[in-house]
Each structure stands twice: as C-alpha cells, then as structure tokens.
C-alpha cells in the first residue's frame, strides 16, 4: 500500500530486499478524481483572474 514518506528516502530498506515490489501510488487516478482536478484548478483561475482569494490547500510553493 502506502508508505509514511513518499517518495521514499533513497537509504529506506525496502530497497535493498529482494522479496519487496516498489511501484508509485495512483490511487487518485479514478475519473472522478480527475474531474474533481479540472474543475479544482477552474476555480483557482478564475479566482486569480479576478483578483479573489485562492483555495491556500490547493496552493503549491505559496509565496511566504
């Protein structure tokens, strides 16, 4: 399933065992996780377009 840090540390033990599968976490690749993105990201920019207050949860790398 999921690890408590992802991506993993490049020392974390799971990658050195020979018995351990490694693959990325896309659980949120369902269509209407994709569909709740898009209009996610519609609202920021309208909101940024007119001047409005962006969703901070949504915000990558805000400014400090």
Do not use: N, W, Y
């Not at 020979?18 to 996610?40: F, I, N, Q």
């Not at 377009?49 to 790398?61: K, Q, S, T, Y």
């Amino acid at each position: 399933d999921c690890l408590a840090e992802e991506p993993p540390p490049p020392d974390h033990p799971f990658f050195g065992r020979p018995d351990v599968l490694l693959s990325p976490h896309v659980a949120g690749s369902t269509a209407e996780a994709k569909e709740r993105m898009g209009l996610a990201v519609a609202r920021q920019v309208v909101a940024a377009l007119e001047g409005a207050p962006l969703d901070p949860a949504l915000v990558v790398r805000a400014p400090a």
